[in-house]
């Protein structure tokens, strides 16, 4: 257990100028215009706790309510290796609400991360950490061993959760219109599932971030993560909502041997729950 989630020590190794004079002056006025002083404020009220008990209490602490739709088919499964597959909604309190949830059906669940949820020590057990890229790629160097860590987890007999965009979902333009989407899955996500042979569950995560972090990410992706702290505070009091797909059988996934096509349908499948409710 750390003591601060993001400490000063960390923010110094970001950049010479925050080690000079006056460095922890700026670090401090940093973490407090990106938000990250309330992120490190909700850490500090969990931190005594771990795994799913961390989750709950952080959650409880935000006054945020969790909702399982059908959660039936996922008690079918309980004994069984699975991956789910769902939209990256938040950025941070949707992998959170997800350990919590589908933590309860199976205690090994757990879900692919990278390092930006990967940096929640308290949750560790949970996570299998990988570092893709900007583009979505997997870190060849890095990643190898949380891909491997993956497919052991499964073989095991265990589930395991994953959020293919490998990034936040964005303000995108479709049909002429404007909507909040995930991006293309990514093709390094789609190769571990059909490597992985194991039915896959569609779950939809209702809600997402505010209309200024969207905008932000107009301007460039990088200004968009600043926002990121302050996204996770201003949730307080709302719901989350998980709706449960039926599993997409090994027979179903073999009808797509080109990867596009293949992560095209497990996308529609996954918003179209959004629809079903």
Known sequence: MKEKLIPLEDIRKLHPIFR????????????????????????????????????????????????????EVLEEFKDKPFITVSNHAYGHVDGIAYIEQLGAYNSNFKIMVNFLLGLIDTMSENFITVNPNHSGAFNEVSSLGGVKQCIAHLRAGNPLGLF???????????????????????????????????????????????????????IDWRVRILRLGHELYNKKGKEIVFTVGEPISLEEQGNYSDLDLFGEFLKTKTYELNKSK
């Open 20 to 71: 000079k004079r006056y460095g922890d002056t700026l670090a401090k006025l940093g973490l407090k215009i990106s938000g990250l002083d309330n992120v490190n404020k909700v850490y500090d009220h969990s931190k005594h706790l771990t795994g799913i008990d961390f989750c709950t209490h952080l959650l409880d602490g935000l006054e945020m309510k969790r909702t399982v739709v059908n959660g």
């Open 164 to 218: 293919p965009a490998g990034a936040i979902s964005n303000l995108i333009r479709s049909d002429g219109k404007w909507k909040i989407e995930d991006r293309d899955w990514q093709a390094s996500v789609l190769k571990l599932i059909k490597f992985a042979k194991v039915p896959v569950i569609p779950i939809h995560i209702s809600g997402g971030n505010s209309r200024l972090f969207y905008s932000l990410g107009l």
